[in-house]
């Protein structure tokens, strides 16, 4: 047993908990991370994209060691049938600039460099430690961690519950519900090793420069779910990801799914010839801002995965765990500052500080999209893609049909597929879930 | 149009590192006579394909290749047909890449 007491303990050595362990230890608080992994970062999966302005809010200088792929100069959104696909890109030399926005990264290398800062601040961290339970008092509130390393339980005022998104300590506890399987996505994931050069060659960059491609439709097979392909310097990281309710309901397999995503025609000249050196899976938060579980209770608050924090639309995930992280270990701070204890009603702090960030005024933006996409999944992944790929074919063969025969042709495949009340309402109802 | 007569889950596993805790799995199936309809998806769902349909007919759990995503967690522990928690600390699959 430690006899030690410590202000906190942060369970999980993810992006949320790193974040919340530095800023407290910055702030003078004597803390302990408990990380069931060899390292942080060994069983931590992304796709992964970092975001810049989240992480210098917690090392300005990052850019001076962290371990960074490649910068992003250009965004590429392909909607794929089964033989083609319509892409939109968006490529910008603006990107090219001294601090730039967004970076890939590998997250097991990036997460151990992050977890130097940690213990360079002055925290406790505990590897190869699973916590296993939370340890209460007889009135329920939350006073500390059992682990499966150490005899009894180690105290301290708050535990901050950075356990990702199947964290077990808070659903076990009561605190939060286990998540649904339609409200996460279990993605799988693959690391290609190529030549530098043959990566610049086929991604159309140079030096550090960068390339992301999301792609959603007929990939998907009519679940909702998408997939991505990232170029980091020597590798490019691909992977496909569906809701696990949809999964149940078609029974296709997670691996044949990359696996046909990896055949595509657009997408095996790009990993063509790789030599594969692993092979990845993770249920990614999806649920939005209906999803998120009460944040904070009697000693305890959740972060990041675990608070079901994810912005399914944009692809962020890493920036909502870095800042609530944060922002829960400065409320935290601010308590321990002015002497009060870590009751529910002082930790509420967390919760007004996060409604007033963009972490949770994203999600509510789009609090009804994922409902929307959950729910039409066969519209919007099977027959738009199709029907949109058909109208771009129609759209630039030549063939000697008059162009007003040929708009009228595209115009009738979409009523005759979703009828004229159907398209109508169809884009109705994504604006309103967009706006 | 089957999705992956060609996909060997094994090759895939062969990439990665695992600590394997001999003896202590870290996900048990509840005995049963005649699989659930959870315990049956999860023989498709599991991205590591840990499940698998033993001679009786009965589902089973080997949690050597097990990439530790929780899917089967999210659909057969509500149900009690499976006891779910994490491998003991430093054990399990070691992600070089994540």
């Known amino acids: 047993m430690i006899e030690e007491r410590f202000d906190a303990i942060v369970v ?26 060899e390292y942080s970062g060994s069983k931590n999966v992304q796709g992964a994209i970092l975001y810049a302005d989240m992480l210098e809010k917690l090392i300005p200088d990052f850019r001076q060691d962290a371990p960074l792929e490649r910068h992003l100069v250009e965004q590429r959104f392909w909607l794929m049938d089964d033989r083609s696909h319509v892409g939109l890109h968006y490529r910008s030399e603006d990107f090219n600039e001294e601090r730039p926005n967004r970076y890939t990264i590998i997250r097991a290398q990036f997460d151990k460099w992050l977890s130097s800062k940690v213990r360079e601040a002055g925290v406790t961290v505990l590897f190869e430690t699973t916590a296993t339970e939370l340890a209460r008092d007889s009135y329920g509130r939350v006073v500390g961690v059992h682990t499966d390393r150490l005899d009894g339980e180690i105290r301290a005022d708050v535990v901050v519950l950075a356990e990702g998104v199947n964290g077990v300590l808070g659903t076990r506890a009561g605190l939060r519900e286990r998540p649904k399987p339609d409200k996460v996505a279990l993605a799988v994931k693959e ?131 870095m800042t609530s992280g944060r922002i829960a270990a400065e409320a935290i701070c601010e308590l321990k500052s002015r002497g009060l204890p870590m009751t529910a009603e002082h930790l509420a702090l967390y919760k007004r500080l996060l409604d007033r960030s963009f972490v949770v005024k994203d999600l509510k933006k789009y609090r009804d999209m994922p409902t929307l996409l959950h729910t039409n999944s066969h519209n919007f992944f099977l027959t738009y893609p199709q029907l949109i790929s058909r109208a771009m074919q129609n759209y630039v063969r030549v063939d000697g049909t008059p162009k007003a025969e040929k708009q009228k042709i595209t115009v009738k495949s979409f009523v005759n597929a979703r009828s004229r009340i159907g398209l109508f309402s169809d884009a109705v109802r994504f604006a309103r879930a967009w706006r | 149009m089957s999705t992956e007569p060609s996909v060997r889950v094994e090759d895939k596993l062969f990439y990665n590192r695992y600590l394997v805790d001999v003896g202590r799995p870290h996900i048990r199936v509840r005995a049963h006579k005649k699989p659930s309809r959870e315990l049956l998806a999860l023989l498709k769902i599991c991205p590591a394909r840990c499940y698998e349909l033993n001679d009786s007919g009965q589902v089973e759990v080997t949690v050597d290749g097990c990439v530790e995503c929780g899917t089967c967690r999210v659909i057969a522990e509500p149900t009690g047909d499976i006891e779910w928690s994490y491998p003991r600390g430093g054990y399990g699959v070691l992600f070089k890449f994540g």
């Open chain 1, 191 to 321: 690391m290609h090793f190529l030549p530098r050069e043959t990566i610049e060659a086929r991604f159309n960059i140079k030096g550090d420069e960068g390339v992301v491609i999301e792609a959603a439709g007929t990939i998907s097979r009519g679940m909702t779910g998408m997939g991505f392909i990232y170029a980091n310097k020597e590798c490019v990281s691909l992977g496909i990801g569906c809701l696990v309710a949809d999964f149940r309901r078609t029974a296709h397999t997670p691996y044949g799914l990359l696996d046909r995503f990896k055949q595509h025609p657009s997408v095996a000249p790009l990993i063509e010839g790789s030599e594969v050196k692993e092979y990845a899976a993770h249920l990614i938060p999806e649920g939005g801002y209906k999803a998120i579980p009460k944040l904070y209770g009697e000693g305890w608050v959740v972060v990041g995965d675990a608070a079901q924090l994810n912005n399914a639309i944009h692809r962020e995930g890493s920036n909502l765990a």
């Open chain 1, 12 to 37: 999980g050595a993810g992006m949320a908990g790193n974040a919340a362990a530095l800023t407290m230890a910055n702030r003078g608080m004597k803390v302990l991370q408990l990380e069931r992994g």
